[in-house]
């Protein structure tokens, strides 16, 4: 699987703020609804909104709607992802021509 660069700054972005990686680690017991996500992070609905669409955006994690609640957990499948992207930004592989001569 090859990313874009594009998709790798998504999924980059979506951990480089603290908020975004306090909220993934909420979520990592589990399914969460928005207003203990609210209760724990101290944040406004806007800004969690804010933080959400981004994790979503990356799909690091998915939500889904329930009544008048969302209700948000980690992905497997982007997490995978990101592990992969990763990896593979972090692959050193030899390079046999050399640029100054």
């Known amino acids: 699987m090859e990313l874009t660069n594009k998709q790798i ?16 680690r909420l979520l990592q017991n589990g399914e969460r609804c928005a207003c203990k996500l609210l209760e724990a992070m ?3 609905q806007p800004t969690l909104s804010h933080h959400m669409k981004i ?3 990356s799909d690091l ?5 329930e ?7 980690i992905s497997a499948k982007g997490t995978e992802i990101a592990v992969h992207c ?4 972090t692959k050193v592989t030899e390079y046999s021509e050399s ?3």
């Open 9 to 24: 700054t998504v999924i980059f972005k979506a951990l480089c703020d603290e908020n975004r990686v306090q909220i993934f």
């Open 99 to 101: 640029c100054c001569e």
């Open 42 to 44: 101290q944040l406004t």
């Open 86 to 89: 990763l990896r593979e930004l």
């Open 61 to 65: 994690v998915v939500g889904r709607k």
């Open 55 to 57: 994790l979503c955006d």
């Open 67 to 73: 009544g008048k609640w969302m209700y948000y957990s």
